[in-house]
T-cell receptor, first 114, second 115 residues
Framework: DAMVIQNPRYQVTQFGKPVTLSCSQT?????MYWYQQKSSQAPKLLFH???????NEADTPDNFQSRRPNTSFCFLDIRSPGLGDAAMYLC?????????????FGQGTRLTVV | AQSVTQLGSHVSVSEGALVLLRCNYS??????LFWYVQYPNQGLQLLLK??????LVKGINGFEAEFKKSETSFHLTKPSAHMRDAAEYFC?????????????FGTGTQLKVEL
């Protein structure tokens, strides 16, 4: 029944070693988001896709990239993870970009950088 | 820019007692407001949403929230707390139409339920 699926749930990577986090959805939603949530903090939007249209937040570091090869899948690439990138990464989807539609979240991937 | 403020980063109640989690918003246009719950090491689950229809919104797990424009508030309540309600709760506001439906979250309130 899971509608937004993130893999893996836990990821350990080495300092500076590229890492990719995955998200898939069975909802056929147009919009997909990546949020970063550091310990005891609110989720912070990194970027979102409306269909294939990529929208980066102004303060998202260049170290973070994303790909959306099709409607169902979206990837978060961290080119050179630093210790400060350790966080929970949350993928979410919504049907439209209209504010009244809620976002559906995956279970998250907890990233540890060693 | 739209924002929400959650008063009280930690709230502790006894099982069976009233739960009240506070959220105030700032918005130049009629807001769309949401409450999400997050259990440890889990994603966020929608509890309820306000989208300019009824001001009293009922959600899942017995929670409800009332939109009060005069107070710019959207507080979350539950008449009787259960142990399973222990979690972190986030209030959020979304962009106006055309803004991408991006959510801006409050800093969260950790709810502890004691026997």
């Amino acid at each position: 029944d899971a509608m937004v699926i993130q893999n893996p749930r836990y990821q350990v990577t080495q300092f500076g070693k590229p890492v990719t986090l995955s998200c898939s959805q069975t909802l056929n939603h147009n919009v997909m988001y990546w949020y970063q949530q550091k310990s005891s903090q609110a989720p912070k939007l990194l970027f979102h896709y409306y269909d294939k249209d990529f929208n980066n937040e102004a303060d998202t570091p260049d170290n973070f990239q994303s790909r959306r090869p099709n409607t169902s899948f979206c990837f978060l690439d961290i080119r050179s993870p630093g210790l400060g990138d350790a966080a929970m990464y949350l993928c979410a989807t919504s049907r439209t970009t209209q504010g009244r539609t809620e976002a559906f979240f995956g279970q998250g991937t907890r990233l540890t950088v060693v | 820019a739209q924002s929400v403020t959650q008063l009280g980063s930690h709230v502790s109640v006894s099982e069976g007692a009233l739960v009240l989690l506070r959220c105030n918003y700032s918005s130049s246009v009629p807001p769309y407001l949401f409450w999400y719950v997050q259990y440890p090491n889990q994603g966020l689950q929608l509890l309820l949403k306000y989208t300019s229809a009824a001001t009293l919104v009922k959600g899942i797990n017995g929670f409800e929230a009332e939109f009060k424009k005069s107070e710019t508030s959207f507080h979350l309540t539950k008449p009787s707390a259960h142990m399973r309600d222990a979690a972190e709760y986030f209030c959020a506001v979304s962009d106006p139409p055309g803004g991408g439906n991006k959510l801006t979250f409050g800093t969260g309130t950790q709810l502890k339920v004691e026997l």
